[in-house]
């Protein structure tokens, strides 16, 4: 890991002041144009102070790694870790190529060891934690930044695109395609609008709906997964492989929680969102409910509708 991502050259950031790109070094933090980049360790900040909500939000890191991999029953426990995302990377994406890893939080082991990697993200201090692992750090609104045209060979990330709204989705896709090597990889794991019985249910107090499950983790971008994979491919990305998941009216654990407040109305509410903490701070009844669910997805899952899912995970391709 260390030495994949420590001989990483700095892929080019477009300067803020004349527009120009300039390849970086914790030695060299200015432009040609005299406008001075910020260093903080090895993360580079372009944002003028700390984001109101972002900001030491989400700090996870994912510890798991490539030794893992080789114990016996690891290629298995991959399938389940975080939906099967960092299996669905280690399928699509060549092995240490430069990958933008986007709202990177605290950084992944695993990813750190597949590529040369750059995080991205709004929070100083989870970068900070990334950038430990990665080659570089960039502290910055992805809508903001530019890279410069076919940096990186791959575009990832978990948890970040409902986030984005969607004229935003539509901006930051023209510029994955600019930033995309020809035949680049997009992998992205999100959550959708969910359609199905569970979520027809929650909707119908819009008030209790929007605290719950829109401005409580900021998911101001949600829309179904027919919408997202029909945005994908007017961007001109091709679906490579779609999965999607939690379409059960039987939820996983952070929406369990997220029921909190429907139980000022409802006494079930309130007993399924603590019975769903009690489950997600115990490992083994987290990991028995988790994988249930994730087998269920796998399996009879596939036969309900596309936009009964709540979580979608994609592979697209920019064509070569």
Not at 232 to 258: K, T
């Amino acid at each position: 890991m260390a030495d994949l991502n420590n001989a990483a050259e700095v892929p080019a950031v477009q300067c803020p002041c004349c527009a120009s790109y300039v390849e970086l070094d914790p030695e060299r933090a200015q432009c040609s144009c005299g406008f001075e980049f910020r260093w903080r360790g090895r993360v580079i900040d372009l944002e003028t102070g700390p984001d109101s909500f972002y900001e030491g939000r989400y700090a996870n890191e994912v510890y798991f790694d490539k030794r893992r991999l080789e114990r016996p029953g690891g290629r298995l426990l991959l399938h389940f870790l975080v939906y099967g995302y960092y299996e669905a990377i280690l399928r699509s994406v060549p092995a240490g190529g430069r990958i933008l890893d986007i709202g990177c939080a605290g950084g992944s082991k695993l990813l750190a060891e597949w590529g040369r990697v750059t995080g991205l993200d709004l929070s100083l201090p989870t970068l900070e934690t990334a950038a430990s692992k990665y080659a570089w750090g960039v502290r910055a609104n992805a809508c903001r930044v530019e890279f410069a045209p076919a940096s990186f060979l791959a575009i990832v990330s978990c948890f970040f695109w409902e986030h984005m709204r969607p004229p935003d989705k539509d901006l930051l896709l023209e510029k994955f395609s600019r930033w995309l090597r020809p035949g680049g990889k997009v992998v992205f794991l999100f959550d959708v609008a969910s359609a199905n019985p569970f979520f027809t249910w929650t909707r119908k107090d819009p008030d209790l709906f929007r605290e719950a499950f829109i401005e409580h983790d900021g998911h101001y971008g949600l829309e179904p997964a027919s919408a997202a994979l029909r945005r994908f491919a007017e961007h001109g990305f091709s679906v490579c492989r779609w999965h999607a998941m939690i379409r059960s009216p039987v939820q996983d654990l952070p929406v369990l929680g997220w029921l909190e407040p429907y139980g000022r109305k409802h006494r079930w509410a309130q007993a399924v969102s603590r019975a769903g903490k009690w489950i997600s701070n115990h490992r083994i009844p987290n990991r028995l409910y988790t994988g249930s669910l994730q087998l269920f997805d796998d399996t009879l899952g596939r036969l309900l509708p596309l936009d009964w899912s709540r979580i979608l995970l994609v592979v697209l391709e920019k064509p070569a």
